[in-house]
Nanobody, 118 residues
Framework: QVQLQESGPGLVKPSQTLSLTCTVS??????????WSWIRQPPGKGLEWMGV???????SYSPSLKSRTSISRDTSKNQFSLQLSSVTPEDTAVYYC??????????WGQGTQVTVSS
């Protein structure tokens, strides 16, 4: 059974960088052909896809967030991470990591609340 767990600060100040890590157990992040995504849900809004890192380390980002987003991985720890720079209160959301298999997400983390506030 694959499990994903998000971790990171729950409060970030405006203009700072938000950093989250997703720890994966029960499966390797380098296994073909899975991809590992970050998705967020602002309060009262729908899910927003932020970006993905594939099994081979290649990345892709949402065009609207690309200039501020970076996704990386640590294969020795079976983790992948999100960095979102220059945050504003509009980046307040529940952040999820999820595994994508072909065109569907089959495993999700429980989500972590991040609030941007001074």
């Amino acid at each position: 059974q694959v499990q994903l767990q998000e971790s990171g600060p729950g409060l970030v100040k405006p203009s700072q960088t938000l950093s989250l890590t997703c720890t994966v157990s029960g499966g390797s992040i380098t296994t073909s052909y899975y991809a590992w995504s970050w998705i967020r849900q602002p309060p009262g809004k729908g899910l927003e896809w932020m970006g993905v890192i594939a099994y081979d380390g290649s990345t892709s980002y949402s065009p609207s967030l690309k200039s501020r987003t970076s996704i990386s991985r640590d294969t020795s720890k079976n983790q992948f991470s999100l960095q979102l720079s220059s945050v504003t209160p509009e980046d307040t959301a529940v952040y999820y990591c999820a595994r994508r298999q072909v065109s569907r997400y089959d495993y999700w983390g429980q989500g972590t609340q991040v609030t941007v506030s001074s």
